[in-house]
């Protein structure tokens, strides 16, 4: 099982876009193009090639650039680069990157790569998905999860590329769309630095030695099932249940990403059958006591960074919307003219209640979309907090109006990082956290 006996380097694709504005805080040498270089440099698309222009006029066009630092210190700071993309919260900051850096020309532009440890990688990771100042526990418990979902994902990527079949995570007709979105796109580098992965933000955010000593700490563990890397998932909050892997993304089941009551007691589970519709309705309209049930802005404001703090009804939410203002939205975010949407109904849940199908009923067509991503992805402007919802029609004069109700936020498999953060703060380890969410698992230090 053990491909790796020390700790690899890791491609992550920052961004990619026509033109990227870098300040280079040192010397950079790319040899291969007989490149030493320093200060602001602007990197643009030129045709097949890379346009590179100097504040201190050197300048070029290469077919692709590496530019490695001359000294371990020195660090890049990317101008504009675009977090949160799609969600609610996205916006562009500037940010600061130790490692060397990869620019490659493509169909869309020019595309950035970061390349450095994946030790430090981690500590980048653990500070951009929370805060630094979780609880140790939680740290360590995060950074043994993003390690394990790394390597399991650079080994996932290797054997795609070896693969003679092309992967396939859309299935579309005139009657269904259904559709998962993974990271099995990223055909230049391993994964991207965005939610779309997991978040990383360079050392802009790596500023506290908390989120260094939980890597430190754990260096080399990961968690394992039957010999092999877990693809080990996590989500901001699973709304007091966790979901299963092949309901969200590929139809692969594995036994370590299953069904997992978010309390203390799991024998408690009051839960039912939450692919049931009046259980999950239940469900949903109820509030049952959980681990990442809390208010407690203390650990709040641990866990969650100042763009994730501005959410606050995550554990149970609410959205409204009239008929035309449905019917605008989907057809803006789906590209489909459903007419008036007049319906929609659930067609299948998933565990935790989150829908796998979802039925949309218009004055001109109707249509089954999934998977879960899919169904968030269409009905908010950036994305709704989770599929696990509920449809009321009222009418409201001569509207009608669709309340929607819902559980959690994101997919939630894998770990909850809310319920993880309070597990934390009540004293739990991190491996009593890790095994709390990930059934039949077992953590191995691989180097």
């Known amino acids: 099982m053990n491909k790796f006996k020390y700790a690899p380097d890791v491609k992550v694709g920052i961004l990619t876009t026509a033109d990227i504005r870098i300040d280079l805080n040192g010397l950079f040498k790319d040899e291969k193009n007989g490149l030493s270089i320093s200060g602001i440099i602007t990197l643009s698309a030129d045709n097949d090639e890379i346009r590179l222009t100097g504040e201190n006029g050197k300048s070029g066009s290469y077919p692709q650039l590496h530019l490695k630092p001359a000294i371990l210190k020195s660090s890049f700071k990317v101008f504009d680069v675009t977090i949160g993309i799609g969600f609610h919260w996205q916006k562009n900051e500037d940010q600061v990157f130790s490692g060397s850096l990869m620019v490659i020309p493509g169909t869309t532009g020019i595309t950035l790569i970061n390349i450095l440890p994946v030790e430090n990688y981690l500590v980048s990771v653990i500070s951009s998905e929370m805060r630094a100042t979780s609880s140790p526990e939680m740290l360590k418990a995060h950074a043994v999860i993003s390690r394990s979902w790394l390597l399991a994902q650079i080994e996932k990527g290797s054997e795609l590329r070896k693969s003679e079949n092309p992967y396939q995570s859309a299935f579309v007709s005139d009657e269904e769309i259904i559709r998962w979105y993974d990271r099995e796109d990223h055909a230049e580098f391993d994964v991207c630095a965005d939610d779309h992965c997991q978040r990383y933000q360079g050392i802009t955010r790596a500023f506290n030695d908390a989120a260094s000593d939980a890597v430190n700490q754990t260096a080399g563990e990961v968690l394992i099932h039957d010999n092999v890397l877990c693809d080990a998932r996590f989500s901001k909050c699973c709304g007091g249940i966790t979901e299963k892997f092949e309901n969200v993304w590929e139809p692969l089941i594995h036994p370590y990403l299953q069904r997992v009551y978010d309390n203390e007691d799991h024998l408690s589970d009051l839960s039912g059958d939450l692919t049931d519709e009046e259980d999950a ?165 691989l180097y």
């Open 281 to 445: 309705r239940a469900w949903i309209m109820s509030s049952p006591p959980a681990f990442c049930n809390t208010t407690d802005k203390r650990i709040l404001s641990q866990v969650l960074n100042d763009y994730d703090q501005k959410t606050h009804d995550f554990y149970r939410w609410a959205i409204s919307y009239s008929a035309e203002e449905l019917s605008d939205l989907i057809k803006s975010k789906t590209g489909i003219d459903f007419g008036i949407i007049h319906d929609m109904v659930p067609v299948e849940r998933g565990v935790s209640g989150r829908l796998k199908k979802l039925r949309i009923t218009g004055t001109n067509k109707s249509m089954i979309i999934g998977k879960e991503l899919e169904i968030r992805k269409a009905l908010s402007p950036a994305h709704l907090y989770s599929s696990a919802f509920i449809v009321e029609k009222v009418r409201k004069g001569d509207d009608e109006i669709f309340n929607l109700y819902g559980a959690g936020w994101g997919h939630g498999v894998g770990l909850c990082q809310i319920g993880a953060a309070v597990m934390g703060a009540k004293g739990y380890g991190y491996k009593e956290i890790l095994l709390h969410y990930f059934r039949g698992a077992d953590i191995k230090r």
